[in-house]
């Protein structure tokens, strides 16, 4: 079992950044893809970012592409996203989960943290 708990969410305005992190329970943490994910009101959940067990890889969606950075430290067992030049429609829910399936991009993702918010105003 990992319980996940995001923090960093808040108010910002637009061209402004951002760093989330996600602190997991647990010692074996190296051993999960984490990822964040983000679900703005009336969309549906979409994916952001997601790096692999040590670091090696990374992958993002083209809408924050060249904007967001994702990190580990396996260290401290944690996740962050670093958002840079923050939009308007960045504004959402953001969650981190894990998962240990030993996929390095899964599709589906074990454990979800209970989100925090981000908004971007203009």
């Known amino acids: 079992q990992v319980q996940l708990v995001e923090s960093g969410g808040g108010l910002v305005q637009a061209g402004g950044s951002l760093r989330l992190s996600c602190a997991a329970s647990?010692?074996?943490?190296?051993?999960?893809?984490m990822g964040w994910f983000r679900r703005a009101p009336g969309k549906d959940r979409e994916f952001v970012a997601a790096?692999?067990?040590?670091?090696?890889?990374?992958y993002y969606a083209d809408s924050v592409k060249d904007r967001f950075t994702i990190s580990r430290d396996n260290a401290k067992n944690t996740v962050y996203l670093q958002m840079n030049v923050l939009k308007p429609e960045d504004t959402a829910v953001y969650y981190c989960?894990?998962?240990?399936?030993?996929?390095?991009?899964?599709?589906?993702?074990?454990?979800w943290g209970q989100g925090t918010q981000v908004t971007v105003s203009s």
């Open positions: 647990g010692r074996t943490f190296s051993r999960y893809v």
């Open positions: 989960a894990a998962d240990g399936g030993g996929k390095a991009l899964p599709v589906k993702y074990d454990y």
């Open positions: 790096i692999t067990w040590r670091g090696v890889s990374t």
